[in-house]
T-cell receptor, first 111, second 112 residues
Framework: RKEVEQDPGPFNVPEGATVAFNCTYSNSASQSFFWYRQDCRKEPKLLMSVYSSGNEDGRFTAQLNRASQYISLLIRDSKLSDSATYLCVVIPSGSARQLTFGSGTQLTVLP | GAGVSQSPSNKVTEKGKDVELRCDPISGHTALYWYRQRLGQGLEFLIYFQGNSAPDKSGLPSDRFSAERTGESVSTLTIQRTQQEDSAVYLC??????????FGQGTRLTVV
């Protein structure tokens, strides 16, 4: 089983739609969680951290479910500029190998 | 600058040559990571430095790959006797403790 698993998509949604991605992780002791976005042929960029209580940044909401070992990202009112690959990242507790990346979920927002 | 800086941005080298890639992390960031990303693929962990601790080299694909970091500053990734399968974008990132990491723009390596 992969340490971090994501649905690769692609997700094709119309502009203005709400879209949600999930990511599951295998190490129950994991302590830190993040969402990154990566545009084509660009470096990954930190989108937001994910906290146990859930957190929101404008149109983006991230949630953590420790019992089921998954994190989610919700994007409301999708914009064309949201088209990218979204990467789930986990830092396992006690592991020397930090920043474990999922393989990414591709999102295309259509006009 | 305030971000992670990598050089060169592009490198074309002949098979069998050695290459050296450089990463300048964000000042004060104790953690530094190297990843490799082949075209259309995900990020592949290579090596991780945390302060003065022994680096985690578990992701290095062969003994042709090595990396160094002096203190909490610049890191260099060296690939000896390059092969065509080494062609990829090499990404460096830095972070403070267990916070999210910030990536440089990468070095695109092409081995011909």
């Amino acid at each position: 089983r992969k340490e971090v698993e994501q649905d690769p998509g692609p997700f094709n949604v119309p502009e203005g739609a709400t879209v949600a991605f999930n990511c599951t992780y295998s190490n129950s002791a994991s302590q830190s969680f993040f969402w990154y976005r990566q545009d084509c042929r660009k470096e990954p960029k930190l989108l937001m951290s994910v906290y146990s209580s859930g957190n929101e940044d404008g149109r983006f909401t991230a949630q953590l479910n420790r019992a089921s070992q998954y994190i989610s990202l919700l994007i409301r009112d999708s914009k064309l500029s949201d088209s990218a690959t979204y990467l789930c990242v986990v830092i396992p507790s006690g592991s020397a190998r930090q920043l474990t990346f999922g393989s990414g979920t591709q999102l295309t927002v259509l006009p | 600058g305030a971000g992670v800086s990598q050089s060169p941005s592009n490198k074309v080298t002949e098979k069998g040559k050695d290459v050296e890639l450089r990463c300048d992390p964000i000042s004060g960031h104790t953690a530094l990571y190297w990843y490799r990303q082949r075209l259309g693929q995900g990020l592949e962990f290579l090596i991780y430095f945390q302060g003065n601790s022994a680096p985690d080299k578990s992701g290095l694909p062969s003994d042709r790959f090595s990396a160094e970091r002096t203190g909490e500053s610049v890191s260099t990734l060296t690939i000896q006797r390059t092969q065509q399968e080494d062609s990829a974008v090499y990404l460096c990132a830095s972070s403070l403790n267990r916070q999210g990491a910030f990536f440089g723009q990468g070095t695109r390596l092409t081995v011909v």
